[in-house]
């Protein structure tokens, strides 16, 4: 029995470790590989519904997701995405989440007031 509860709990702990290095907030996404993962983790992941965008610098585009227990960000190279809002990043400071929602799937596009 002791076995089967190990194996049990093995499974949900390396699928959570999978995930996390596979959306490292030091990693630099594709346009199409970010949107190719988001799309398949969506259903798995139903905070995925909300991704904040954090900013843009000279290179890269940042956004937020908190998959699970912990934020991630994500960037994506400024030449793949247009932000018709584009709003300054504030580096790694935690004073903002974010400046507003997207829709990962449509665009880009803002999805919240905020």
């Not at 970010?34 to 954090?54: D, Q």
């Not at 912990?70 to 504030?90: H, N, Q």
């Amino acid at each position: 029995m002791k076995k089967l509860y190990h194996r049990l709990l093995v499974v949900p702990v390396f699928m959570l470790a999978l995930f996390c290095t596979q959306c490292s907030s030091d990693r630099v996404w594709s346009r199409a590989e970010f949107e190719a993962w988001y799309a398949e983790s969506l259903p798995n992941y139903s905070n995925l519904e909300r991704v904040r965008y954090r900013g843009s610098d000279a290179h890269d585009h940042y956004f937020l997701l908190r998959p699970v227990d912990s934020f991630v960000t994500a960037r994506i190279p400024r030449a793949e995405i247009t932000i018709k809002e584009e709003r300054p990043y504030a580096g790694g400071s935690s004073s903002t989440l974010g400046y507003y929602d997207v829709d990962v799937l449509h665009g880009y596009a803002r999805t919240s007031d905020e």
